[in-house]
């Protein structure tokens, strides 16, 4: 299997796995229920085990689908995290993005003010902010 056709089975897989469900998911991603099904089960033949346990009222994660739901979904939202930086340091021509690690969470109060403290210092800063809960 090759990795782009990977990609898209774990973008498959993450949307049954968060809705619980086929068929609802085919609707998210605005795709039939029965290539979805499919996709699921050449997932789950091509790594050698069971993702899901089907039920009457959706599907259930396994032992298994749950591990690589966490990392499936860590590995997508590196990804993602990847895309934003490149499209940010394209769209702005800035040098890099700035990370500000905070120790506590602050309200969103606190974000416009330290947004409005930072701003100044480089005009090519993009109102992008992406809060993140471990």
Known sequence: METYENLSRYKIFLSVAECKSISKAAAQ???????????IKKLEDYLHTTLFIRKSK??????????LYENAKRALNILIDTEDRLRFHQNTGAGSLIEIELSKPISPCEIGFLYNRIQPMNENILKFIKIQSD
């Open 58 to 67: 959706g599907v259930e994660l396994t032992e298994n689908g749950r591990k």
């Open 29 to 39: 991603l605005y795709i039939s229920q029965p290539a979805v099904s499919i996709t």
